[in-house]
C-alpha cells in the first residue's frame, strides 16, 4: 500500500509541477553512498517525496525535474516521513537545455569509516539518455570510492595499452562521454603513477547488450572494509538509462605476462610454447620474446617448452608451474641450458620471474628499462652509463637476476657499460641508442645474453645485450659502442623579439629543435667535435635550414661543455637600442654543481636594452658577486655559492642606482648539487621595444625545459636594530618586546641584547614592552613610536625603572637610542666602542684609560645618553677607570681586555648598569661595565681591575668561614706573618685597611651583605681573595 501511495503521490507531484513549471530537466539519480545506515534513502523534492526507498546501487530513471527555477532536493533515511528529517540538502536550478545525472556519494556516518568522505551530491549536467551513435555505446565514469584516492581507468584490451581516463579524483566524472565501440573490453583501475593495479574487470559491453546505450559507471564500496565498518567491496557498477539495480562488472581473472627465450644452448634455440596444453607460440626462436598475454590469475598454470616441432603439450621437455596474482604484470625469461654435456658452467634451464612488470613507461618523454642477467657465463655485473654521464645504472646483478626496479631514463642516446661488479674491469660497452630509435614512452626489458666465452659453450653465440619490446618479436641487439669526439651543448633561447617567438634549430641541416619557444633552454645535447658544425636558426615554419635567419660555424672541443645563449633582435625597427641576433657562448659549462652542497651560477647578460650592470647580494650580505657585466656577455666564471635564498640587486656599476631587486630562492627550490644559468631578459622599457616582454632574471636548469623566473622582490625598506635590555629593576628580569602588535622578544632576559634585526624602515612603527607573563602589547607598560630610516643602524638601550617604589633615585624606563651603529668595527684592525650611560643612581662621568695611558676617551656623559660616535681603539688590552665629572674621583676601574677576548674588528656597545648604591636600590644588581657583541647573546661583565686576582697564589692562605657574618678568619702557612689587609666592596671602593691582625681575624660584622675581596700583604707580597658577607 505505501509503494501505491508513493507511486500515486510522485505521479501526482511531476504531473502538478509540469503544469506549474512548463519547463522540465530530465534528471537520473544514482544511489552510490555505501554507508551502512543508508541501505536505502528517501528523496525529497520542494519537501514533497519525490523517491521512496532508493536503494543502494541502484538508480532511478530518468526524471522530468522543473527548470528555470530555484528547486530544493533533500534526501533522509529510507524510513523517513518529512522532508524536516533530511541529512542533506541541496539548491540548484536546473537549466531545460540540460539532462542531468546526480550521484549521491560519501558517508553520514560520525564514526566507523576512514577516510570519512562527507555526503554529497555529484552533478553531471551533461548527460546523455541515448548513445550519439546507434553503433556505440557511451560511457560516463563517477569516482565515488572514499578510500580509493585518484585513479586512472586503463584499457587492457589490446595493445599498445591506453587510458580511457587520467586521474579520476573522488567525486569526480570523466570530462565527457567515451564515446566506445560497442565491443567487449578488460580495463584495470589504477593508481595515477600506473604502477599499481586496483582492480582489473572485464567490461563487456557486446556481451551485455549495450549498443546504442549510454551508461553510467559508478566505484563505490571499500577496497579496506575492516577500516569502513566491514561495508561492501570496492566494485564497478553499471548505471542504465532506464534505472533500477545497477549492474555490477565481473572483476577479470587473469595477469599480464611476457615470456623471453634467452636460453644460448643450441639444442633449444627455436622451441614450442604451451600454457596450460595451449599453444601459445609455434617455434619460439632464442632471443625473441611474446607479447604480454593475459593469462589465468590465482590458480596453478603450467608453462610448457616442446621442440619446435611438436604436436601437443606431451612432448614437453621442460615445465614450469607458477600461480599469478590478479592484475599483476609478469616477466617470464627462459635461461640456462637443458644439455648435460657442451656448456662451462652448465646452469640448468629455468624461469627467472619479475612481477612489477610495465607495458609503458611511467613518464611519456622516458624510456623505463628493466635489466635481467641471463649470461649463464658471466660474472656479477655492473651497468654503467659513461656517456652523459649517468653513472652506475644497475649495481651487481648476478646470473638470474633482475635489476631492483626499472630504471627510467630521459629518451637520449647513452654509452652503457657491462662491468665486472667491481666497478673496475669492463667487459663490453653497448650504444643504447634510445633516442636514434624512437624509444619513448617505452617500457623495455634489455637481457644480458650469451656467452663471454664461446669457444667453452658449444661455439653458441657472443654475449651481448638485446633489447625485449612489449609487442614481442625478435629482440633488438645493442651495437658496440664506437665512441667519437663530442661536446655536450645546452642552447638557451633568450631572443626578446616578438618576431622570435618560436624559431627552429637545425644542426648540419638536420632539425634538432622543432618550435623552440623563447624563455626556454634545451638538455644538454651530444654534438660532433672535432669537426666543423653549422648550427642554424629559422623561423618556426621552417621546413629546411635554408629558410635559417642566423647561422653559427664552429669546432667545437672534445669533452668539453657549451652554454649557447640566442640573444637579440632580427626585426629591423620596432626596437631600442636594435642589437642584432647572435649566440653568447661559453665553453666551461657544468651540468652539476662542483661541490654537491652548492648551487653554481653562470650569468649571462641578454636585455639588449639594459645598461652594464653589477649583481650585488644584500641578504648575507655577500656584497657584489657579479662586476660590470655587459650585453650578451657572461660572468668569467661560476659563482659556487652554499644552496641559500637569496636576494639579488641589478645594480648600475657603481652600485648606487638598483634597477630590479630578485629573490635567488635557490634552497625553496632544491637546487642544490645543481648547475643555473641566470640571464638578464627581456626589456627595461618595453614601450621602445615594441612592447616586448619586461625585464627580468630567468634560471635555466641542466635538464633544460622552461625557465624559471626569478621572484621580483616588493621594495621592502627595513633598519638595522640591535635592543639592549639594561633595565635594572627587579620586576624588569625579563620582559616580552612586541614589534607593532607581534611577539618579537619573549622573556628578554636583563643584560643581554638580541643581533641585529631587520625592523621595517621608512613606515611608522610601534615598540612595546610588557611583564614576561604578557599574552598582548595590550599588556605593554612602555611604547615607543618612530619611523626609522631605511640607510641607518640602530642601537637601542632600555634603561630606567617601573616600579613606582624601592629606587632612588626613580629613573623612569625608556629607550635610550643612537641611530649611527655599527655592526662591524670600520676598521679590520680595530675594535669600535660605543659608550651607553644606564646607571640610574651613578653622576655623570668621565672614562678615563689608564694602562697606556690614552687619558680621557669619554667625557662628560650622563645617564641615557651615548658618547658623541664610537670609539675606534687597535685591538689592545686596556683599563678604564670610571670617575666623576671632575675626572679625579674613581668610582671603579675596569679590564677591558679585547685581545684577550678576540675582538679584533668588531663594533661593542658597553653600557654602564647595575646601582653603585645597591640597598637604595631593592639591593639591585651591583654597578658595571657590560659589553653587547653584536651577535647578541649574554652580556660580557668587564671585571673590576681592583678585584682582580691573576697572578697571585690562592695557595698561599685561605680564608673561614665563607661566607661570613661577624668574624672573618685567616689561615696562613707558619713561617709566614701577615704585615696588613685591605678590604675592597664590589665598586672598587676601599672599605677597611689594618696595618696589624689580630689573632688572624677580622671583625666584618658592620658589613653590608654583598661581594668584598680581601688584599693581604704577606712578607712583601700581595694576595688577594673574594669573600661574600651574608647576615
Known amino acids: 500500500m505505501k509503494n501505491l501511495i508513493h507511486l500515486l503521490s510522485t505521479y501526482f507531484i511531476l504531473l502538478f509541477t509540469n ?56 534526501i533522509a533515511p529510507g524510513n523517513s516521513t518529512s522532508s524536516s528529517e533530511s541529512f542533506f540538502n541541496i539548491s540548484t536550478t536546473l537549466d531545460t537545455n540540460e539532462t542531468y545525472i546526480m550521484v549521491g556519494n560519501g558517508i553520514v556516518s560520525a564514526s566507523g569509516y576512514s577516510p570519512n568522505e562527507p555526503f554529497a551530491l555529484s552533478i553531471f549536467p551533461q548527460g546523455r539518455k541515448i548513445a550519439t551513435n546507434p553503433l556505440n555505446t557511451d560511457v560516463l565514469f563517477c569516482h565515488g570510492g572514499t578510500d580509493t584516492g585518484s585513479v586512472d581507468i586503463v584499457n587492457t584490451t589490446v595493445l599498445p595499452i591506453s587510458k580511457f581516463i587520467n586521474n579520476l579524483s573522488y567525486t569526480s566524472f570523466n570530462s565527457n562521454y567515451l564515446d566506445l565501440t560497442t565491443s567487449n573490453y578488460t580495463i584495470d583501475v589504477t593508481d595515477v603513477s600506473g604502477n599499481r593495479v586496483v582492480r582489473s574487470y572485464d567490461f563487456f559491453l557486446e556481451r551485455l547488450n549495450l549498443q546504442g546505450q549510454a551508461i553510467t559507471v559508478v566505484s563505490n564500496g571499500f577496497l579496506n572494509r575492516s577500516q569502513n565498518s566491514n561495508g561492501a567491496s570496492y566494485g564497478l557498477w553499471i548505471a542504465l538509462a532506464s534505472g533500477g539495480s545497477l549492474i555490477e562488472l565481473v572483476q577479470s581473472n587473469y595477469a599480464r605476462v611476457q615470456i623471453l627465450h634467452n636460453s644460448a644452448d643450441l639444442s633449444i634455440a627455436t622451441v614450442d610454447l604451451y600454457v596450460n596444453n595451449k599453444l601459445v607460440k609455434d617455434n619460439f626462436a632464442f632471443r625473441s620474446s611474446t607479447p604480454y598475454l593475459d593469462l589465468d590469475a590465482s590458480v596453478p598454470v603450467r608453462i610448457d617448452i616442446a621442440p619446435s616441432n611438436s604436436t601437443s603439450s606431451a612432448e614437453s621437455i621442460y615445465n614450469f608451474t607458477t600461480t599469478f596474482t590478479i592484475g599483476e604484470t609478469y616477466i617470464l625469461v627462459a635461461n640456462g641450458v637443458l644439455s648435460t654435456t657442451g656448456y662451462s658452467p652448465s646452469i640448468p634451464l629455468n624461469f627467472s620471474v619479475f612481477n612489477k612488470g610495465r607495458e609503458t613507461s611511467f613518464d611519456s618523454i622516458n624510456t623505463d628499462i628493466l635489466i635481467y642477467h641471463g649470461a649463464t657465463d658471466a660474472p656479477t ?149 672535432e669537426t666543423p658544425i653549422t648550427i642554424s636558426v629559422a623561423p618556426s615554419s621552417s621546413t629546411s635550414d635554408s629558410e635559417s635567419f642566423y647561422t653559427f660555424t664552429e669546432t667545437l672541443t672534445n669533452n668539453k661543455k657549451y652554454i649557447i645563449v640566442a640573444n637579440g633582435n632580427t626585426s629591423t625597427s620596432g626596437y631600442t637600442p636594435n642589437q642584432p641576433f647572435g649566440f653568447s657562448i661559453f665553453d666551461q659549462g ?80 632544491n637546487f642544490s648539487g645543481k648547475a643555473l644559468t641566470i640571464v638578464a631578459s627581456g626589456f627595461l622599457d618595453p614601450s621602445q621595444n615594441n612592447n616586448g616582454p619586461e625585464f627580468g632574471l630567468w634560471v635555466a636548469t641542466s635538464l633544460g625545459g622552461n625557465m624559471i623566473p626569478l621572484q621580483l622582490k616588493e621594495q621592502i625598506f627595513t633598519s638595522r636594530v640591535q635592543i639592549i635590555h639594561n633595565s635594572p629593576d627587579a620586576a624588569n628580569a625579563l620582559v616580552d618586546v612586541y614589534l607593532n602588535g607581534e611577539i618579537l622578544l619573549d622573556d628578554f632576559k636583563f643584560r643581554t641584547a638580541t643581533e641585529f634585526m631587520d625592523v621595517p624602515a621608512e613606515t611608522t612603527i610601534t615598540i612595546s614592552i610588557a611583564p614576561s607573563t604578557s599574552t598582548s602589547d595590550t599588556e605593554s607598560f612602555y611604547t615607543f613610536t618612530e619611523t626609522l630610516a631605511s640607510d641607518k643602524t640602530y642601537v637601542m638601550v632600555a634603561n630606567g625603572i617601573t616600579s613606582t617604589t624601592g629606587y632612588t633615585p626613580n629613573q623612569p624606563f625608556g629607550l635610550s637610542i643612537f641611530d649611527q ?65 671632575t675626572g679625579i674621583n674613581i668610582i671603579a676601574s675596569y679590564s677591558a681586555p679585547l685581545a684577550t677576548l678576540n675582538l679584533q674588528g668588531q663594533a661593542l656597545t658597553v653600557v654602564a648598569s647595575g646601582f653603585i648604591d645597591s640597598l637604595q636600590n631593592s639591593s639591585g644588581s651591583p654597578f658595571g661595565l657590560w659589553a653587547a657583541l653584536a651577535s647578541g647573546g649574554d652580556l660580557i661583565e668587564l671585571e673590576n681591575a681592583n678585584l682582580k686576582t691573576e697572578g697571585f697564589s690562592n695557595n698561599m692562605f685561605t680564608i673561614f668561614p665563607n661566607p661570613v657574618s661577624s668574624i672573618l678568619n685567616i689561615s696562613i702557612p707558619k713561617d709566614k706573618k701577615i704585615y696588613g689587609t685591605r678590604i675592597v666592596d664590589a665598586t672598587g671602593r676601599t672599605i677597611k685597611n689594618d696595618t696589624l691582625v689580630k689573632n688572624n681575624s677580622i671583625d666584618i660584622s658592620n658589613l653590608s651583605n654583598g661581594i668584598y675581596m680581601l688584599s693581604i700583604e704577606i712578607d712583601g707580597g700581595n694576595y688577594n681573595k673574594k669573600f661574600i658577607v651574608r647576615k
Open 381 to 529: 655485473i655492473d651497468i654503467v652509463e659513461t656517456d652523459v654521464p649517468l653513472g652506475t645504472l644497475a649495481n651487481d646483478i648476478s646470473y638470474s637476476s633482475f635489476s631492483s626496479d626499472y630504471i627510467e631514463l630521459p629518451t637520449a642516446d647513452y654509452a652503457i657499460d657491462v662491468r665486472a661488479a667491481n666497478g673496475n674491469t669492463v667487459l663490453k660497452t653497448y650504444s643504447g641508442a634510445l633516442q636514434t630509435l624512437g624509444l619513448n614512452g617505452a617500457s623495455l626489458t634489455i637481457v644480458a645474453s650469451g656467452f663471454l666465452n664461446p669457444t667453452q659453450n658449444s661455439d653458441c653465440p657472443e654475449f651481448g645485450l638485446w633489447v625485449a619490446g612489449v609487442f614481442g618479436g625478435d629482440m633488438i641487439p645493442l651495437q658496440l659502442y664506437v665512441p667519437t669526439p663530442k661536446a655536450r651543448v645546452q642552447i638557451i633561447h633568450n631572443s626578446a623579439d616578438a618576431a622570435n617567438r618560436f624559431v627552429d634549430v637545425y644542426l648540419n641541416g638536420q632539425i634538432l629543435i622543432n618550435d623552440f619557444n623563447f624563455r626556454t633552454a634545451s638538455k644538454f645535447i651530444n654534438i660532433p667535435a
Open 590 to 669: 657544468r651540468e652539476i654543481a662542483s661541490n654537491t652542497g652548492n648551487t653554481d651560477i653562470l650569468v649571462n647578460h641578454g636585455a639588449t636594452d639594459a645598461p652594464i650592470v653589477d649583481i650585488v647580494e644584500t641578504s648575507v650580505p655577500a656584497g657584489t658577486i657579479v662586476d660590470n657585466i655587459s650585453y650578451n656577455s657572461f660572468n668569467s666564471n661560476y659563482l659556487e655559492l652554499p644552496t641559500e635564498d637569496f636576494t639579488l640587486n641589478v645594480t648600475d656599476t657603481n652600485g648606487t642606482t638598483v634597477l630590479k631587486t630578485y629573490l635567488a630562492l635557490f634552497e625553496s627550490f
Open 19 to 74: 503544469l506549474i513549471f512548463s519547463q522540465t530537466a530530465p534528471v537520473q539519480i544514482i544511489h552510490n553512498s555505501a554507508d551502512l545506515t543508508l541501505n536505502t534513502v528517501d528523496i525529497y523534492l520542494d519537501g514533497t517525496i519525490l523517491i521512496d526507498d532508493l536503494a543502494f546501487r541502484s538508480a532511478t530513471p530518468f526524471l522530468d525535474l522543473p527548470a528555470g527555477n530555484l528547486i530544493s532536493i533533500g
Open 821 to 885: 651603529g655599527r655592526e662591524i668595527a670600520s676598521n679590520t684592525g680595530n675594535t669600535d666602542i660605543l659608550i651607553s650611560h644606564g646607571a640610574t643612581d651613578a653622576p655623570i662621568v668621565d672614562i678615563i684609560e689608564t694602562s697606556i695611558p690614552a687619558g680621557t676617551i669619554v667625557d662628560d656623559i650622563s645617564y641615557n645618553s651615548f658618547n658623541s660616535n664610537y670609539l675606534e681603539l687597535s685591538t689592545a688590552n686596556y683599563v678604564l677607570d670610571v670617575r666623576d665629572i
